[in-house]
């Protein structure tokens, strides 16, 4: 039997340790950004979520005018196979699989669709423990100063790596972002900088509406469905940040974390009145993720 990786990373049909892998300097994602992606947690062997990860793959490559070389059976294979191949014995079976197709490699460097030339796909499998989902979580807030097609999961991240970074230097987890005015409402929350945002309210789980300006998250989805199982009301509609800093609770969502509870925004406490909903929604999703990756329940 081949021996497990310890990581792997994947290039159009090529594959060795990420840190012995290398990519052309042509490739379009390093000039422009010039793709899409998708990422989510895998366990023992069993990809969380695939079909919705798979199906929102491709309609990002559709957004953007990317033709993916691979129908979508041929793409799950892959991704399964390579997920195979990695020692995940020190991680309790688990891992963390993300995926991307650019739109290839050319010369010379030019902004337009480059003609006859093969998209390219990349693949890394990472062994990672599942975040603790029950930690508890700093927040801060700033401007959205993203363009206009954030339900694309484009590979043009930089404004969300700076609001991060911000994060980060505040002593945060993530940051919230919120457009100045949009719909008519001043400060509406969009989404993080790498997480959708949610709040529960009297009782009410409360997310911004899938536009142009929000991600159409896999963990949201997830999260909707697990309230509608527990009878809690959901409510897609714009909010301010001002209602968020209200909330009964502020909630973060992520294909590596389902939903972690937010204490904080710039410094001020937030939430902390709905416990026993909370816990219920979040033993809901966890419970999910196990019965869901259990071995033969591919």
Known sequence: MEKLLKNLGYYNGKYDLIENMSVPMTDRVCWFGDGVYDATATRNGVIYCLEDHIDRFYRSASAVEI?????????????????????????????????????????????????????????????????????????????????????????????????????????????????????????????????????????????????????????????????NRLGVEVREEPFDLEFLMRADEVMLSSSSNFCIVATHIDGTEVGGRAPELLKSIQDALVEDYLNSTNKGDK
């Open 67 to 227: 033709e993916i070389p691979y129908t979508k059976e041929e793409l799950k294979d892959l991704l399964s196979d390579l997920v195979a191949r990695v020692d995940v014995s020190e991680t309790d079976g688990e891992a963390f699989l993300y995926w991307q197709i650019t739109r290839g490699a050319n010369i010379p460097r030019n902004h337009v669709f480059p003609e006859g030339v093969k998209a390219s796909l990349w693949v890394t499998v990472t062994p990672r423990r599942l975040a603790d989902v029950y930690r508890r979580a700093r927040l801060i807030s700033h401007e959205d100063i993203r363009y206009f097609m954030c339900n694309i999961k484009t590979l043009c991240l930089l404004p969300s790596v700076i609001a991060s970074e911000k994060a980060k230097r505040a002593g945060a987890e993530e940051c919230v972002l919120y457009r100045r005015e949009a719909d008519g409402i001043k400060n509406r929350v969009t989404e993080g900088a790498h997480t959708n945002v949610h709040c529960l309210k009297n009782g009410v789980l409360y997310t911004a509406p899938l536009d142009n300006l929000v991600l159409p998250g896999i963990a949201r989805k997830n999260l909707i469905k697990v309230c």
